[in-house]
C-alpha cells in the first residue's frame, strides 16, 4: 500500500514534455566541403557533423539525427 502512495506521489512532481525529434533545418541537405586537411564537413543545414578520412579508416564525429549525415 505504501509503495502505491509513493509511487503515485512520484508522478506528480513533474510533466513529461516529449521534446521534438526532427527540426526541419536538421534535415535540410547542405553541400559537404572540406575544411582543412583530411577534416571534411558533411552535415546538414543546422547539424555538424564531421568526417575524417584517413587510409586505414574513415572516423565519423557527430553521427547526427538518424543517420541523416552520411
Not at 566541403?33 to 564537413?41: E, V, W
Not at 552535415?43 to 568526417?51: I, R, V
Amino acid at each position: 500500500m505504501l509503495l502505491v502512495l509513493f509511487a503515485g506521489f512520484c508522478t506528480l512532481g513533474q510533466k513529461r514534455i516529449k521534446p521534438p525529434i526532427v527540426q526541419e533545418k536538421w534535415s535540410k541537405d547542405y553541400e559537404p566541403f572540406r575544411i582543412a586537411g583530411n577534416l571534411y564537413y558533411v552535415g546538414t543545414y543546422d547539424l555538424g557533423c564531421y568526417l575524417i578520412a584517413t587510409q586505414k579508416g574513415h572516423i565519423l564525429i557527430n553521427t547526427g539525427s538518424r543517420n541523416r549525415c552520411l
